[in-house]
């Protein structure tokens, strides 16, 4: 088992190819332009790092479900590393697309290969991934994806299914049996509407072949996601048949895991950048930043690939990971995210340009949340929070606070309000966190401290804009959301508290009402 290293920067695997492709952008009339498929790598070899290994060679052993921007800049970036430095060709990836159909057009016509593009203030790396070796969209063919996971060549399962996807009461983490989908799913297990209908009715099959299982890796921004995840297959199993979710539980690895990589949403506009620079055409390329990392728990059903090799961190347990990286980073983002779009920015790398916001989160960190959260073996947090301040401040990411500000009413619960709750428990002082809640409930009425619209993607978004609208500077009947909330409101204290910070953002607008919370905020001795 290897053990995490001292974290002093970021933590990417090695890019030794990608390295020769930090280029100065050629004149565009030396550029031909083409497409990318596997018949033309070799006429971009020399603008871009490109497969050298035989992609033919892949054993199709990793299936992702729900495959998006993030899951190709991140954990397929791993799996190409393996193959590339020639350490194993038997963790090829089978994508699978879950509810939009754009990155099957985009992918099959090339081969599946795309272009990551990595982005820093010093400039900027492309390569092109070749370990994906097909895509499948799940509401096509669902037989497809059945046979995929049902295949002994399958040992690996990972998902980005986002935080909401998972079944779970969002407090007590039950199983919610109630939900419609599920209904589907056990009234029609060939053909599956969730992740988890998929994962049961796979694993059944497997279990009747007398197939050894896959082991179930969740890669989403959720507490103990791996107990999450067995919670969700364990509990729709139990729906079917008792002896399958008995072995399931008995059988199947759920490690948790913890994952970072800064990727935004690749705008139209990015394909016409990447051809112009380096004369390929992808029909979807990533942009993303150099820092990435990846810890796992050591636990697996039926192998474990050697990630170790290319930068993953193998640990006991995750948790403390974890916390580190959802107290500090998302929650950061969620309080950036909301209070900086109220200012009136647009990018995070804006908003970190002015100082007053830059002293805020800085100091959000380092008073309220770094004293409630673990210092995990190996990481250096005083460096990590450092690391994070550079990374905020890109401005080759651009990353947009609007993404930051999506499915606020379930990124909350995840990532914020459980440092407020504890700071509450044990008795701090958590003005800087309070007024991240704040600018989340004053953001939801749905303008800007300019009269400005907002974007609100939310799947609450009616529900809770009518609350907000209905409240204004009042924030009880948000705080009655008890899926959002659970029972902070009840607390008088925190509701005065809670009241007071919307009041002066309402009366000074968001940049003042910083301002003013860090002068009143006492420094810690």
């Known amino acids: 088992m290897t053990t995490a290293e001292p974290m002093t920067g970021p933590e990417a695997p090695a890019h030794d190819r990608a390295a020769a492709a930090v280029l100065p952008a050629p004149p565009e009339a030396a550029l ?86 990595e982005r820093s203030p010093d400039g900027e790396r492309a390569r092109v991934v070749g370990v994906m070796v097909d895509y499948l969209y799940a509401p096509d063919d669902p037989a497809a994806v059945l046979d995929r996971l049902s295949d002994p060549r399958t040992r ?50 497997r279990r009747r072949a007398a197939l050894a299982p896959f082991t179930v890796v969740s890669c989403d921004n959720l507490h103990r996601n791996g107990e999450a995840t067995r919670a969700s ?28 990589r800064i990727t935004p949403q690749t705008p139209p506009e990015e394909r016409a950048a990447l051809a112009a620079r380096y004369g390929v055409d992808d029909r979807w390329p990533v942009v993303t930043e150099p820092f990435s990392q990846w810890f796992i728990e050591d636990v697996f059903s039926s192998g474990r690939p050697p990630l170790d090799e290319v930068g993953v961190h193998f640990v006991p347990d995750v948790g403390d990971y974890e916390l580190m990286k959802t107290r500090l980073l998302n929650a950061s983002h969620s309080a950036l995210g909301h209070l900086g779009s109220l200012a009136g920015y647009i990018r995070m790398d804006q908003l970190m340009g002015d100082p007053v916001f830059a002293a805020y989160v800085a100091r959000l960190m380092d008073d309220e949340v770094t004293p409630l959260v673990p210092e995990p073996d190996g990481v250096d947090l005083a460096a990590y929070k450092d690391t994070l301040l550079h990374r905020f401040a890109n401005p080759a990411i651009a990353d947009r606070l609007s993404r930051l500000c999506r499915r606020g009413s379930a990124k909350l619960p995840q990532h914020l309000l459980p440092s407020l709750r504890q700071s509450r428990v044990e008795g701090r002082s958590a003005p800087l966190l309070t007024l991240a809640v704040a600018g ?32 204004r500077g009042d924030p009880r009947p948000l705080l009655a959301v008890r899926p959002v909330f659970g029972d902070l409101g009840d607390d008088p204290a925190f509701v005065a508290d809670l009241s007071r910070a919307l009041a002066r953002l309402d009366r000074l607008g968001a940049r003042a009402a910083v301002a003013a919370t860090l002068a009143a905020r006492p420094l810690p001795r």
């Open 32 to 117: 031909r332009v083409r497409p990318l498929r596997q018949a033309t790598l070799h006429r971009h070899d020399a603008r871009v790092a490109v497969p050298t290994y035989d992609r033919g060679a892949l054993t199709p052993a990793v299936v992702h479900l729900s495959m998006g921007g993030f899951s190709r800049a991140h954990q397929l970036i791993y799996f190409d590393e393996l193959a590339e430095r020639r350490i194993s060709t038997e963790w090829g990836v089978v994508g699978v697309g879950l509810r939009r159909r754009h990155l099957q057009e985009a992918l099959v016509p090339q081969d599946h290969l795309y272009t990551v593009v």
């Open 156 to 205: 690996l399962v990972t998902l980005t299914i986002t935080a909401g996807g998972y079944l779970l009461d969002p407090h007590t983490r039950a199983f919610r049996a109630d939900d419609p989908d599920v209904a589907r799913d056990l009234a029609e297990p060939s053909a599956p509407s969730t992740v988890f209908g998929y994962l049961v009715e796979a694993l059944d099959r």
């Open 233 to 260: 297959v364990v509990g729709l199993a139990r729906l079917r048949d008792e002896v399958l979710a008995r072995w399931i539980d008995d059988r199947v690895a759920f490690p948790s895991s913890m994952v970072d």
């Open 440 to 471: 989340w409930c004053r953001y939801l009425r749905g303008t800007d401290d300019a009269g400005r619209p907002l974007p609100l993607e939310d799947p609450r978004a009616a529900e809770l804009q009518a609350l907000a609208l209905e409240g």
